[in-house]
């Protein structure tokens, strides 16, 4: 009797059968890989792109932002989120208010970024170039090429949100990173990493651009019984 008739026909294809599939499989996965890639790209070029578009095209704007430190990020602790509002023109000037808990106003006029703190009745003052150089603010409210200043890197789409992340050149900039959440060429979402491991997030709604601000908006007094310290 022949062997092969002791062994059903369709056991005899196995082999060639698993072979297929397998060869099929891998198929599937690159022309997955191949599809996905174009919208992995575009997503990257568009947080860039966006970002770009942001600085460069946004001369103004008003807005709200909601704070949250995230106080131990391996327990996910978070402190309470602070609340406010803030203003900017390009180039430079912008008006940064906490409103709760607890009231803090940063503001700058292009050459001066004063920081009052009504708790401790102190006003701090530093030059422009000193405080805004490769900080956040530089990002939202700063002009010219960003890549000066940062190193931007691609990060994948979340939150609905295409993203980037911003490393300063300058070591000494107290921050590792910022990743920058966009979406309609305007920034959602700040996630601040700074020297000490703590987690900052900041979103941005009500974001209202091109308004026509007072010309007092970004200035500054002292409030009278508030110490003064100038920083060099």
């Known amino acids: 009797m022949n062997a092969c008739a002791m ?7 196995t082999q ?20 996905l890639a174009p919208s992995m790209v575009w997503a990257a070029e568009g947080a860039r792109s966006q970002l770009q578009a942001f600085v460069d095209q946004v001369q103004s704007a ?5 704070q949250t ?10 402190a309470a989120p602070q609340r406010g509002q803030f203003a ?4 430079g000037r912008f008006r940064w208010q906490i409103l709760e808990p607890h009231e803090q106003l940063i503001v700058s006029d292009g050459q001066r970024v004063f920081q009052y703190d009504p708790d401790l009745e102190q006003v701090t003052e530093r030059r422009a170039d000193q405080a805004v150089g490769a900080s956040p603010a530089a990002l939202l409210f700063g002009s010219g090429s960003l890549a000066d200043a940062f190193d931007l890197q ?10 980037l992340r911003a490393v300063p050149r300058n070591p000494d900039a107290g921050f590792v990173h910022v990743d920058i959440g966009l979406a309609d060429d305007l920034p959602r979402r700040l996630e601040l990493l700074d020297a000490f491991g703590q ?3 900041i979103d941005l709604s009500g974001v209202q651009t091109g308004v026509q601000l007072p010309e007092d908006t970004f200035d500054f007094e002292v409030p009278a019984g508030a110490a003064l310290v100038r920083m060099n």
């Open 154 to 163: 691609d990060r994948p789409s979340r939150d609905g949100l295409a993203w």
């Open 7 to 13: 062994v059903p026909r369709s056991a005899t294809n």
């Open 62 to 66: 008003t807005g709200q932002f909601t």
């Open 88 to 91: 900017f023109r390009r180039p």
């Open 69 to 78: 430190s995230l106080a131990d990020p391996a327990q996910g602790a978070r």
């Open 16 to 35: 060639p059968a698993v072979r297929w599939l397998a060869r099929a499989a891998r198929q599937l996965v690159l022309y997955g890989l191949v599809l």
């Open 199 to 201: 987690i900052t997030r």
